[in-house]
């Protein structure tokens, strides 16, 4: 069939650079961690050793200046529960992926075959690098014991007991390797389509690690996995609804490039993600139907983001054949690469008669190499389309459903479905496709998510004029809008789009219990306290105090 190979080809990393699998969120970070020290290029390793669980217990037992105490039990089974993350846990083909991303250096022990960040950790830099005041301090928090010129390690007097282990270890067989970063996948920064989660992530990144000095490290590192994994679903979300009207205007908005800021700019800003949350988490409740109703939404879109990005990366290989074949295209910048919004110019009129010559031959190949056309593809045969449009229409016939499966369970993944943290639930046992089986989806509240954004944005600046930042009490309507306006999660109230239209009288009940199951919420992880039942004086109390002096107006969004 003609649509194999390259022709076939669906990614473009102008959209995203994640090649869209189930990730995990610890081999996402711990390939992040490799990007940091190398300034954003992967590694590269050479090592001797077979890392499995057995060659990390021996490494400990073998030194016992520095493992003093540990027996071969012991020593395993701390290694296999809170040490190593590990694939197929407890089967006959568990593996060793790499250790917990506790420290910088743990990349330098991946499995790369068994330990796949999928392109979210290239995705995650490049959204980073935004602000380079972000990269910095998640280079020293990861690198805090590592000095930048020499590499040599100094554990701190304040360093937990695994970072010590994993320190050690990489004292300990450092000679046994080489790290080197992999100048054979250069950087190339495309500017995003839209500036706003960016932006968002930094701050908040930022905003998080003000707390290391005030908990665990482990705690801080699962933060930022989960964080990450947040804004990284949040992004693809904002690329589902702004692609397709990206593609069929011919041109990004110059809002999307700067990002809307203020108090109103998830009103201001129609790409916003809305999402409807059920906060209880109790399926078949009045609060769990308009949550899979906004699921079944967004869900919805899938099949047309497929298209778009299609539209986008045919179009990308046009432009390269224009300059690479027919020079009647230059590269802009000096730029071995195209954006999208460059790639989409060539719909102009312009373009129309080597756009109609390239596409036509692809068509054409592909009509040659099938005995006999699907009874779909002859009707669209029969539409008159352009040649490319054409094209179009046959990858998503041949190709379409195989993408937008995986783009569903990359999501989901992404969501943290059936994990700490999790934006979404489906009963167990439910297809990952994006078929009938969509309405059982439906837009949850987790816990340690909730845990993370009140982290987050309990952080004020202080009233001195420093700029330095305190922990606040916040009112618990204030943090409601603030969850609204900043990153489209709605509680209290429906979203006024993307499949709302207005709260009517039965939802008004379904609303009022899930405020209340908010408040049992914040109650449970220990942030709110009953003082009152008057709604204006109900308080949301900082679990860490940081700072002094913070005022309560200045609030993120």
């Known amino acids: 069939m003609a649509l194999t190979g390259s022709l076939g080809t669906f990614h473009h990393p102008g959209v995203s650079r994640i090649d869209y699998k189930t990730l995990d969120m610890d081999r996402v970070l711990t390939a992040l961690l490799a990007r940091l020290w ?6 590269k390793i050479s090592r001797a050793n077979t890392l499995d669980v057995e060659m990390f217990v021996k490494l400990f037992l073998q030194h016992p200046e520095a493992f003093d105490g540990f027996d071969r039990e012991a020593t395993t089974r701390w290694t296999t529960t809170h040490l190593m993350d590990l694939v197929n846990r407890g089967k006959a083909t568990e593996a060793v992926a790499s250790p917990r991303p506790l420290h910088g250096f743990t990349y330098r022990f991946r499995n790369s075959r068994k330990s796949r960040p999928y392109g979210a950790d290239e995705q995650l830099y490049e959204m980073l690098a935004t602000d380079q005041g972000a990269l910095a301090q998640l280079r020293e928090f990861f690198f805090s014991d590592v000095d930048g010129s020499t590499g040599a390690i100094t554990p701190g007097p304040g360093t937990d007991v695994e970072t010590q282990a994993l320190l050690h270890l990489v004292e300990l067989a450092g000679k046994q390797m080489q790290d080197r970063p992999d100048t ?55 690329m589902m609804k702004l692609l397709p009207a990206v593609v069929e205007a011919g041109a990004v908005d110059a809002s999307c490039r700067k990002g809307h800021q203020g108090p109103d700019a998830g009103d201001r800003c129609p790409y916003q993600v809305r999402l409807f949350l059920d906060v209880e988490g109790t399926p078949g409740t009045a609060v769990a139907a308009l949550a899979e109703q906004s699921a079944v ?12 990005t299609y539209q986008v990366k045919k179009l990308d290989d046009f432009a ?36 109609d010559a390239f596409f036509l031959q692809r068509v054409n190949r592909v009509r040659d190499e099938e005995e006999d056309l699907p009874a779909e593809l002859k009707q669209i045969t029969q539409l008159g389309l352009s040649p490319f449009d054409e094209y179009i229409e046959m990858l998503m016939h041949y190709k379409g459903r195989y993408y937008r499966r995986y783009f569903v369970d ?135 105090t940081i700072g002094s002096g913070a005022t309560t107006g200045a609030v993120i969004r």
């Not at 074949?325 to 008669?353: C, D, I, Q």
């Open 38 to 43: 190398h300034q954003g290029m992967p590694s």
């Open 184 to 238: 054979g996948k250069p950087r190339n920064p495309y500017p995003p389509l839209c500036a706003e989660p960016a932006r968002q992530l930094c701050q908040d990144v930022m905003r998080l690690l003000y707390h290391q000095d005030h908990m665990p490290r482990t705690v801080l590192v699962d933060y930022l996995k989960i964080l990450f994994a947040f804004h990284l679903s949040l992004y693809h979300l904002r």
């Open 297 to 308: 939404i967004w869900y919805r879109r899938i099949p047309r983001f497929v298209q778009a």
């Open 320 to 355: 390269e054949h224009l300059a690479a074949k027919t020079n009647k295209l230059s590269r802009p910048g000096g730029r071995s690469y195209f954006t999208p919004e460059e790639s989409l110019r060539l719909l102009g009129k312009p373009y129309a008669k080597e756009r």
């Open 410 to 544: 990359c999501l989901d993944s992404l969501l943290l479905k059936h994990r700490p943290g999790a934006l979404l639930a489906q009963p167990r046992g439910g297809r990952s496709g994006a078929g009938s089986d969509n309405a059982a989806r439906r837009f949850v509240l987790d816990a340690r998510l909730l845990e993370v954004l009140l982290q987050v944005s309990l952080l004020r600046e202080s009233g001195d004029g420093s700029g330095n930042l305190g922990t606040a009490p916040m009112r618990v309507d204030e943090f409601l809008a603030l969850l609204r306006e900043r990153y489209g999660l709605h509680i209290d109230q429906l979203p006024h789009s993307d499949g709302f239209f207005g709260a009517h009288l039965d939802d008004q009940a379904a609303l009022r219990a899930n405020s209340a199951a908010f408040l049992n919420r914040l109650r449970e992880i220990g942030y709110y306290q009953d003082m009152s039942d008057a709604y204006l004086t109900q308080t949301i109390t900082p679990r860490y």
